[in-house]
């Protein structure tokens, strides 16, 4: 089975910090991708990586950076974390097939 | 741009009662996905459609194709609580791109 993990299921940060949120897969999937979903506007695509250190913007790329050192790794960061990110994100993969989704991180920015 | 759209965006039943929910795009797609996603959890796959026409079973649901490749139906016979959740749709964006594109969804609530 594929299996996606988000390193935190909840999450409660302040504004201006520096938020990191990590995702990996152990399928060897070349192409991860982070989400943000929110009520009546559904997943809105932040960023994506085809391969190690590759990515590109999605959608809704303002506010986010991402990093892509390992193939099974992809990170996502808040440079400073303001109320309008409060959301919840969802990281997922895929190889040639569908993409398979982490459980989500829920983050709160006070 | 290709657009999905799902109806009904809201549904509340009783248990063990039946239900179509739908899920239409502007243009002709490859393949599409079905998943489920309950509350604070991420989606959930639950069967990819490839062929026109094609019918696919998973217990108690069946996933069709429709035969112009624009539109797939999702049917839940025997409604139970278990199956409450968000139920989403998604196409592979245009060739060319590594993007999905996801419809809004159909908000499913089951009674006991």
């Known amino acids: 089975d594929v299996k996606v993990t988000q390193s935190s299921r909840y999450l409660v940060k302040r504004t201006g910090e520096k938020v990191f949120l990590e995702c990996v897969q152990d399928?060897?999937?070349?192409?991860m991708f982070w989400y943000r979903q929110d009520p009546g506007l559904g997943l809105r695509l932040i960023y994506f990586s085809y391969d190690v250190k590759m990515k590109e913007k999605g959608d809704i790329p303002e506010g986010y950076s991402v990093s892509r050192e390992k193939k099974e790794r992809f990170s996502l960061i808040l440079e400073s974390a303001s109320t309008n990110q409060t959301s919840m994100y969802l990281c997922a993969s895929r190889k040639l097939g569908p993409q398979y989704f982490g459980p989500g991180t829920r983050l709160l920015v006070l | 741009t290709q657009l999905l759209e799902q109806s009904p965006q809201f549904l509340s039943i009783q248990e063990g009662e039946n239900l179509t929910v739908y899920c239409n795009s502007s243009?002709?797609?490859?393949?599409l996905q079905w998943y489920r996603q309950e509350p604070g959890e991420g989606p959930v796959l639950l069967v990819t459609?490839?062929?026109?026409?094609e019918v696919k079973k998973l217990k108690r649901l069946t996933f069709q194709f429709g035969d112009a490749r624009k539109d797939s139906s999702l049917h839940i016979t025997a409604a139970q609580p278990g199956d409450t959740g968000l139920y989403l749709c998604?196409?592979?964006?245009?060739?060319?791109?590594?993007?999905?594109?996801f419809g809004t969804g159909t908000r499913l609530k089951v009674l006991a």
């Open positions: 459609v490839v062929t026109g026409g």
């Open positions: 243009s002709v797609f490859s393949s």
């Open positions: 998604a196409i592979k964006g245009d060739s060319g791109t590594y993007k999905y594109i």
């Open positions: 399928m060897d999937h070349e192409n």
